[in-house]
């Protein structure tokens, strides 16, 4: 089967541009939106999304709001929060994938991505047919292991107070993810301490989520510290669907690191693992 990869212009109502990755192949049968990990851009999943091509599958791949080819990079003077990426983003997106292939069947995400996933699944006004998580679960403290638990709620705050005192997250100078929107990592440390989903001009998803019955597969991996199963749990308790499977893998499933990242230039365990009948 012959895979193509091309870039689609995608416009939020405010005006923020970005290009989403499309890849397809000549037979298409389900079309999928994948949300990226925070700070990852579009382009770091195309092996993923060519790998999920192959066995019949359109990908559109969403690019965050500050990364990659958006139009926005997040600074003191331009910062935005859930709410942007929530209500205008991945809205804008599903919207351009259901033009091209007519329907969204699996909305999806890696680490924070599919914690949105998950809360879009929930506010959707037409939600996808199935839920996917790679690498996620929810980042409440309380629900990680011993001794990592309790330094979470410290790490939250820290890098809470760094975005504001930057006017926006540095990431790429300290190692965690990338110059994040100071409003965003104020939303996502607020779950982190919490436990909850809710945003200014979101409002509280929770009980949203507990509406949301859609078949969900999650997949996870042995070594990886910021998803280990618990959060996961959390997470799809919070939801009801219909189904659940998770699937762990190790590094000789994967071929690679089992940890949060390794496994997207080597995607294929993973994508057998979401579709073992395709």
């Known amino acids: 089967m012959t895979v193509e990869a091309r870039w689609t212009p995608v416009v939020a109502a405010d005006g923020h541009r970005w290009e989403a990755l499309v890849v397809a192949g000549t037979n298409v049968d389900r079309c999928i939106v994948w949300l990226p990990a925070l700070g990852v851009p579009a382009r770091s999943y195309e092996p993923f999304a060519r790998a999920l091509a192959a066995r019949g599958m359109a990908v559109v791949v969403h690019e965050w709001r500050g990364f990659g080819s958006s139009s926005l990079r997040a600074s003191r003077s331009s910062d935005w929060a859930y709410r942007e990426l929530l209500m205008l983003d991945v809205p804008a997106t599903l919207a351009s994938a259901r033009a091209s292939f007519g329907r969204v069947h699996v909305l999806g995400g890696h680490s924070l991505g599919g914690q949105l996933a998950s809360c879009t699944q929930a506010l959707a006004e037409e939600p996808a047919d199935a839920l996917w998580l790679v690498a996620s679960g929810s980042p409440f403290w309380r629900v990680f292991p011993r001794p990592l638990r309790f330094g979470l709620p410290w790490a939250y705050r820290l ?11 540095p990431g790429r100078r300290i190692g965690f993810g990338g110059n994040e929107a100071r409003g965003v990592i104020h939303d996502w440390s607020r779950t982190g301490l919490t436990g909850h989903y809710r945003a200014p001009h979101v409002g509280d998803i929770e009980p949203r989520l507990v509406r949301v ?63 073992p009948d395709a």
Request: aromatic share 8%.
């Open 159 to 169: 890098l809470n107070a760094l975005a504001r005192m930057f006017g926006a997250l």
């Open 213 to 275: 019955t859609s078949p969900l597969h999650g997949v996870l991996f042995a070594r990886d510290w910021l998803a280990p199963r618990s959060s996961l749990d959390y997470l799809v308790g919070k939801m009801r669907p219909s189904s659940v499977a998770i699937t762990q893998l190790d590094a000789h499933a994967l071929g690679t690191h089992d940890d949060h990242f390794a496994w997207m230039k080597t995607p294929e365990a993973v994508v057998d693992a979401l579709l």
